[in-house]
């Protein structure tokens, strides 16, 4: 490499150009040769000496965090040691506006649900009950038509039931979409205006659909919603309480009560009861090296009510991420800040809500020595009370014995938070681990809630960052739809869920 | 004590008494002069920032230690002084268990580095090291720096390609630091 590319790989560091692959040569580079380290030291150096000689204006903004610190500390109650948690308590706060009108579109969504579905069921009763369904039947199945059992072979009529027996079955189109249902399962088949039509009475299928016509796309309802597929696979199942949609591949569009939702790849939804929207999300930041405003952008993005961060870096790095947070909402938002005793492992709650008490606790030794954290806000949703904690277990493999400590005083202490619980943080354990499972003796996973199943997407390398509910809350707080969330901002995925607050 | 001293222990006296607002000027009035006595000792402006706002958190929170005698900013600069070593503590044990990166390169340097060594006079120097660079150079700098010119803009104004600049401000960089890491001042 010359010495104009040396520079230029420099320079790009410095102006915070340079993309992954130039770091690596640049890093490759320095750890190779001591000479190009020492100029690389002396580069680095000398640019912040000069950035903080000439760069920073009247520093006001440095005064602006500085005064965030500070008024988020002086409102604070000790951990350990005062320095060591922030936990602020503002003055009252106006909620900024949902990214959307949520209450009006449930009201629109829940219309146009009845509409569809009145509209399917007028169909069937006002069409030829002979309108034959460009498809076939395989395995396990058994088709009623009037009540009556008739012969697959013959081939399926708009309105007949379709009952999966204990093997499954499929119904298969000529296009190649394919309906798979799970034993005992129920369905009707329908084509409308070209347009594909299931009705899944009870049970649960998956569906494998071919690129449908934009104009017709497929429609699968169910009594509490319904899901458009223009090409795709997810699974879709019902029972007495409630519909799921998890999507493995492409987009489905989800309609309930609560508004219509698109859901890609990697999430789930279910269908909700009535109540308080709560958008919850968890996401370990690795230290912030994304850069904390990059990082916070991506957090307005998600539009969170309560938010969990683990593995952040210090003090300042979370006075960053709230500034900035509030700088763009332009509204108050809320700090529990909980340190560990080394830095970048600490966790910290910022919330849209003020809350009405909080706490920070330490949760015992991690496998370097130091000890973990755990912060918890409790709030008002709805009426609700409700308490939100998160913290980072250790993450050693071998270390196991501080993991299973951490997590024992974490529950713990949760044991005597107030109202319905939402446990978060980095648990380092897959879903069907000890600890884990150690979880679920007294919390569900609200990813298990909203689609059925522990497997899931990975929030780094498998699922090992979590949103649990309280059992003992579970007709209050109800999981609709949870994702994770792309980002090359940190080497986690950030977990997203959405709950509903019945009323009191 | 000078004037400037005198004027900012005024201003202490009021932070003292519970005012916020007094104490944010003290802030907008010294964030300069600490900045650069962290940048002496810093490999990176995401260090250099956090210590700068510690430093400023953990005197309002022992503000009502201070003596008002005119040594508020030498004052500031003790408390940046611990916070950089507790920082180079922790950055030791935090870089031990993180992935190998061109921050880590600049920790370990930072972690390396003396404690105790004394360098409140590198910000003088710095500015002196600036003034004996060639006006073409100073220019190049405070373009890049003061006014935040990125690389394609200063080789249109400077008639160059965006690698010679690049080469150039290397250049004045390594001289820089040459300057203010010599034995003697610069004249």
Redesign the interface.
Known sequence: MS??SF??L??A?L?GTLDDEG?SA??RL??SDGAL?E??????????????????G???V??K???L???S?TESRSFRT??SVIDRIDRGMTAPSRPFPLRRLALAATLLLLVVVAGLTLHGQGAEAKDRIAASTSGDLRVMRAGVAVQPEEGLRASDQVVAGSAGGSVSYADGTRVDLDAGSEASFDTVAAAKQVRLAHGRIHVSAAKQPPTAPMVIATDRAQATVVGTRFWLSSDAERTRLVVEDGVVRFSDASGTHDISHGAAVSSPPAGTPLRVMTWNVN?G?GGADLQAHAIIAIGADLIALQQVR????I?DYVSEIERVTESTWHLVYAAEE???QACCIISRFAPTSTGARDIGKSS?G?HRAAARATVSVGGRTITFATAYLDWSEKETDSRTENLANYLGWMDDAPGARILTGGFRSYHDSPWVRRIETAYDDAWKVVSGSGLGPATKGGRIDYVFRSTAAAAELVPLRSWTVETDLSDHRALVTDFSVSPP | MDADAERIDRIVTRAQQGDREAFHDLVVALQHEVRLFVASRAYSLELIEEILQATFVTAWERLGTYDARGSFLPWLKGIAKNRLREEIRARARFDAHSNDSLERVLDEAFVAQDAERSDDDDARRLMRCLERLAPRSREMIERHYGKGTGLNQLAQQFKQTRQAIASALHRIRRTVRACCDAAEEPA
């Open positions: 010495a104009y520079e230029l420099i320079q560091w102006d770091e640049l890093l320095v750890r380290r100029e690389f030291l002396t580069q680095a150096r000398a640019n912040a000496q000069l950035a903080s000689l000439l760069a920073f009247d520093g006001a440095s005064a965090r500085v005064a610190l500070i008024r500390r005062s320095r230290g090296y210090s003090t300042a790095v006075a080394s830095a970048g370097l130091s």
